[in-house]
């Protein structure tokens, strides 16, 4: 999954929904570590915070 501040919400409730047995990687970008939630995900899903504005360069496009 890949999502980024507009869609945070939609992308919080789709990963708190996975089943327990779920494995992947989840990437989200956000401006600012303030804006870091607390998501809980299943043990095999990786969810990795991406810092940085999207205004001047897409970081997760880099990733």
């Not at 996975?18 to 956000?30: E, N, R, S, T």
């Not at 939630?37 to 990786?46: D, F, G, S, T």
Request: net charge neutral.
């Amino acid at each position: 999954m890949v999502a980024d501040l507009t869609a945070l919400p939609v992308a919080a409730v789709s990963l708190k929904k996975l089943p327990d047995h779920a494995k992947g990687f989840a990437f989200i970008q956000v401006p600012k570590k303030d804006d870091i939630q607390n998501i809980k995900v299943p043990e095999c899903v990786q969810l990795e915070w991406v810092i940085g504005s999207y205004e001047s360069r897409n970081v997760l496009l880099e990733k």
